[in-house]
């Protein structure tokens, strides 16, 4: 199968992306509070520095103030408590400058230690220098020391170096916070960058992500829609697939003014071959199937599997109905070609109902049915066959629905029921048994004929079903008669395949007390056809019961010896054809002759059916036929008349009995 190109590699799920979102914003978070953090500790700083600068001039002048008045006292009044007072203030000042020297940024701080702090020391001596005086007695010297331009000058220096402490300090402190906030900026556009990098990176992620979602999407879609468009089995388009292309096919038919035709296939047996191999078996057939179909197909025609065993070709083949037909039958051709199913041949086969555009119809769904009830017909006319529609078939079609739905019932409410026509000794003419013959007791149309009814039945899947009911009622019948006479019931070809019949059939006869070894299954050579090993195994499993086989209808089908061979049969029944035509064509004497001489070499009874006169019966037993069977002794009674023909005068059966 052809699947669209699966998703490989890794692909971004949305939640990987989402967490990685997450992440780049929590990391940008984080950043961002630190940066705000680290940015206000620093102005904190920034501000504690302005603040200590300030005190500390602040100081300077104050203690320089108070050292000044002090001094000046002492010039003035020579007092000693004005030189102690003088002398308490000295570490104040030391002790601002050395503050201020420390604070005061680097180039400010040596100039300050150089000038500012020298011109102090300068200051004080020169104050002690006048205190010396003022101890003395000279206070003009000592205030004449004070007044001095050296000692002014030196005041001015302590002065100015106190202001270019503050400002420097200040400016040092702006400038700090310039940088600190400079480096913030370019720390948060870093941040802000990294972020920015990472919501890229993530968009391209998404988008990568979302790209790659659609693709496993459309991808995900294009395999669902092959899958809801082909049948997981053939690989080959299914029902609703076959519509799409059935319309398209009209429509390119309209506009191109084409003729094509709808080939409805159904395979004829492949029920039993499933059931009897097993589904893996029947699905390899039908692979098989699916694939000769296919090969037979011509460029742009299609074929879609329709159903279990059915499929629909779509084919340009255009001509007179006979190309169609011989269309149909060279696929049937191909489709009987045996397969092999667990080491044994089988031939599955084919029915086909054809349907032509434009003149069958013109719309998806009539083709199909219109096909269909080709089909229908092609399989009512013994299988293995193409046909075309008819009209009549279309009326047909409802009947036909009726009908089934009619026999079903029928069977349900045991409307059909057994009749028994004799089976009698040739020369004797006693009675040895009876056939079971299926008769439809119907409300409104009489009596109804097998011919009419066991087609219908098939149709309808209810073959199986109305065999099982016969063959019980046909044992409760005659369970009670004279031990020795036999029952024959006759199966459908489908049934043989059922590799349950013995087990089906031995429940019914043991619900319904009837021995075995009374009872005669009779089968007809399209039953073998179909699969001889499957037929052959059932057989043999009826045969351990007890239960006898006869072979119906002999010489009208395929006559096979091979089949007599291999299968030891209980009785051959010569078809009545031949009887029929006895005295008309001397083949038919020979044919009967012969087939008697195949089974007396064999070791196989045989006996003749449709013995309508006396005549009949008289070459018949010339010939050596022991057995027979045919209106000449008895027509097909009811159960309720079975009594009244064995009490007949030697078994009475001179005149035919009305059935
Ligand atoms: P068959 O098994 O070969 O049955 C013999 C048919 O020949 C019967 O037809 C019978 O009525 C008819 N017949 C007997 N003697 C004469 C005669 O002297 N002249 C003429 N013209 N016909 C005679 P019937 O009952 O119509 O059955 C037809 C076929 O339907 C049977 O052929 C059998 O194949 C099938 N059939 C009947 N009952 C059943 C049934 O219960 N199950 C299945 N699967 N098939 C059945
Ligand atoms: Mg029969
Ligand atoms: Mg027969």
Redesign the pocket.
Known sequence: MQHPPGTTGTTTTPTESARSALLGAAAFLGLFVAERMYFQAAQQTAHERLVDAHRAADTIALADERLTMSAHMVAATGEQRWIKRYEANIPLIDEAIERAAKIAPDAVSKRFELETKVSNDRLVELERQSFVHASAGSTSVARGVLDSELYDYHKQVLADGTQRFVAGTIGAVASDLQRLTWQSIILLALGFAAALTAMLSLWRRLERSISQTDAAYRDGEARTRHLAMSDFLTNLPNRLALRDQLRTAIGDAERDHRQFIVMMVDLDRFKPINDRYGHISGDHVLKIVAQRIAAFLAPGEICARYGGDEFVVISTCWGSPDVKLAQGMKLIESLNRPIVVDGQMVQVGASIGIASYPADGTSEDKLLRHADLALYRAKQSGRGLARLFSVDMDIDAGARLAAEEEIRGAIAGGQII??F?PIVDVASRQIRGF????RWQHPTRGIV???DF?PVAEAAGE?AN??MS?LRQACIATRDLPAELTLA????PQQIQDEWLSTKILKVLTETGFPPHRLEI?L?ENALVTDFTAAKRVIQSLKNLGIGIAL??FGTGYSSLYYLSELQFDKI?ID?SFV?TLHERSESAKIINAIIGLGRSLGVPTMA????TERDAKVLGDIGCLTA????YS??VPADQLLRLLQAPGAGLKTASAA
Do not use: C, F, H, W
Not at 435 to 438: D, H, V
Not at 489 to 492: C, D, F, G, L, Q
Not at 629 to 632: A, D, E, F
């Open positions: 057994p009749y026509q056939e079971a013959l299926a004929a097998p011919i066991i073959l109305l065999t016969m019931v006759n199966i459908s009779e007809t119906d209808d029944k009545r029929r059916e449709g013995v309508e069977q045919g209106y000449l027509r097909p």
